[in-house]
């Protein structure tokens, strides 16, 4: 059987269990809160689970190994940050927010600052993020088929597409927690057996491989190698290499040290030995690859930035905010998060092992720069037999669950928003806000099929980080936050961010620190945005709304007291949360 065939049976079967699961969870699902928050009713343990199978989306399935493989130890910095946001998030956020009340961040926005205006701001930046998240999902779908299939990279977006809409359409947040929950493990497993695997075959029977990570050289072909580009990209030789040129005008070329550019449909054949050049910023010799923070001034603002971004964006992701309000309380949102700190710990280990492997079996991806696709390929062409094409079907199937539930639980929590503030908040409006909210993604997704995966969520992060996370920070910890002082942090935050990338569009990577900012701008966007944000509250500090010691002595007292909001009992037994069309009216 071939290794496409093994992994469209892994896929088949993820698909049908998430159909079966959903379609089971669904059938009582009829009102807002069903859809929303699952009646308030998740307990911590399924729920932790939901969350990380949420939180494990493409970037950290699939980008995190491609990002190894390319850049080295510098980018381990992201699955600490994606784990390590939890840690504030329990610490500062999740059970306040909880006891909130609130449904979604414009709810929380109005409750805390009573301000309209404020809220429509909100809105906008949950859709902007959640479509900015969504993205790099479709990207991974379309990749995953493609690589493991041979079909177009559109057939990919356009299934999940279809897919995630089914599953979400069917019941919501009650369904897909189940879903998710589910998923968690599958992905779980999709990533510890294979790396268990073929780091056995690495470590007894692979000496020469072994002693090549201590050794400057660069990765070398095992075999005669043809690679393909579908995309124009300039390789970086540093060691001098024949090649030949295979298509309509066959060759052999020789390949000095220096950039050279390369254009689309170009087949090059190396032979086997033969070193292996590099796209973009890859690092070219595994010495660099092994040594951590050898990019001066440079690697500091991307370390930082990245840093920044992953532990603070964390907290102001309107899908994962949203899986707290299914909890039944805050003590529940606390241990929840501590619940999803140790199983995000335990998946976080072993991406980089896929990454370590890839960089000796699969080094045709620093040709192409498509490293993102290690996961997928990196069994196969190890082992080359039955069993590399199961473990290939197993990582199909794990990367299939990440994308899969990841862009469910962001098309639930901004259609939630949008139906709320543009519609009247009923179910068939959040129906009918799920379908609107993912033609934009599937849209850009098409278009942008050869970004970096990781790089494309770290976007989402650093926007999330620079305006979500100040609000939410200040809001709940400070009573003198204001209106103007929270929407001018969320404008300054923002409009940095996408500055940022204006700029980094426009003027490319030129090496220098100040590309690496226009990059990774989180190391000033994120103070810009708090200062902006404690400034002009302070400047209009007579504005204080004036239920705030009620609003914060909801958020902040014991649970045993009953002060979850005001529409829960004394004994704590929750009602029909409210909408922004509630809150209006």
């Known amino acids: 059987m071939s290794s496409s065939i093994w992994a469209l049976c892994g896929i088949g079967v993820i698909a049908a269990a998430t159909f079966g699961i959903g379609f089971w969870g669904a059938r009582n699902a009829r009102a807002t809160s069903d859809f929303l928050a699952a009646r308030q009713s998740v307990r911590e343990e399924r729920n932790a689970a939901a969350i990380s199978g949420e939180y494990l989306s ?336 197993v990582t199909a199937a794990g990367a299939f669950a990440a994308f899969l539930s990841t862009s469910s639980g962001l098309l639930v929590s901004v259609a939630g928003v949008l139906s709320a503030d543009v519609l009247r908040g009923r179910a068939v409006d959040v129906r009918l806000m799920m379908v609107v909210s993912c033609v934009l993604p599937t849209l850009l997704a098409l278009r942008m099929s050869d970004q970096d995966i990781t790089q494309s969520v770290g976007l989402a992060f650093a926007m999330a980080a620079s305006t979500f996370c100040p609000m939410l920070v200040l809001g709940i910890w400070w009573r003198g936050l204001t209106a103007a002082g929270a929407a001018a942090g969320l404008v300054t935050g923002g409009g940095l961010v996408l500055a940022a990338v204006v700029v980094s569009m426009l003027t490319g990577d030129d090496g220098s620190w100040a590309a690496a900012l226009s990059w990774q701008p989180a190391v000033v966007t994120v103070p810009a945005a708090f200062l902006v944000t404690w400034g002009v509250s302070r400047a209009t500090r007579r504005r204080v709304p004036a239920g705030v010691s009620r609003v914060m002595l909801r958020m902040h007292a014991p649970d045993r007291l009953g002060f979850i909001d005001d529409r829960t009992s004394v004994r704590g037994v929750p009602q029909e949360p409210r909408t922004g069309r509630h809150l209006r009216e």
């Open 58 to 393: 493409a970037a950290s399935f699939l980008g995190i190994a491609g990002l190894v493989l390319k850049e080295g130890v510098d980018a381990l910095w992201y699955p600490i940050g994606f784990a390590a946001g939890y840690l504030a998030l329990m610490l500062f956020v999740a059970a306040p927010l909880r006891r909130s009340g609130a449904y979604t961040l414009p709810d929380f926005a109005e409750e805390r600052l009573d301000s309209l205006p404020l809220r429509w701001l909100s809105t906008a930046l949950v859709v902007l993020i959640g479509w900015l998240y969504l993205v790099p999902q479709m990207q991974a779908a379309g990749l995953t088929l493609s690589s493991v299939t041979g079909h177009p990279y559109w057939v990919g977006v356009l299934a999940v597409t279809g897919l995630v809409l089914v599953s979400v359409l069917s019941g919501g947040m009650r369904a897909v927690t189940l879903v998710q929950a589910f998923q968690y493990w599958v992905k779980l497993f999709a990533i510890t057996l294979p790396a268990f695997v073929l780091f056995f075959v690495f470590m007894t029977g692979d000496a020469q491989h072994q002693r090549a990570l201590d050794s400057p050289a660069p990765p070398v072909f095992e075999r005669d190698t043809a690679v393909h580009f579908e995309t124009d990209v300039r390789l970086r030789v540093d060691e001098p290499v024949w090649v030949q040129v295979v298509g309509a005008e066959p060759g052999t070329v020789y390949m000095r040290p220096g950039e050279h550019p390369v254009s689309t449909g170009v087949v090059l054949r190396f032979p086997a030995g033969s070193p292996v050049p590099v796209v973009d910023d890859a690092e070219s010799d595994n010495a660099s690859w092994l040594r951590p923070q050898d990019g001066g001034i440079r690697g500091l603002v991307e370390t930082y930035s990245v840093i920044l971004a992953t532990f603070l964006g964390t907290m102001g992701l309107p899908h994962v905010l949203a899986r707290f309000y299914s909890n039944p309380n805050g003590q529940g949102a606390r241990r929840t998060t501590l619940y999803v700190l140790a199983l995000l710990g335990a998946f976080y280990l072993f991406p980089t092992v896929f990454g370590l492997l890839s960089r000796f079996y699969v080094p045709m991806l620093l040709v192409t720069g498509e490293t993102d696709a290690a996961v997928l390929l990196l069994p196969h062409l190890m082992l080359g037999n039955w069993l590399g094409g199961l473990l290939g079907a």
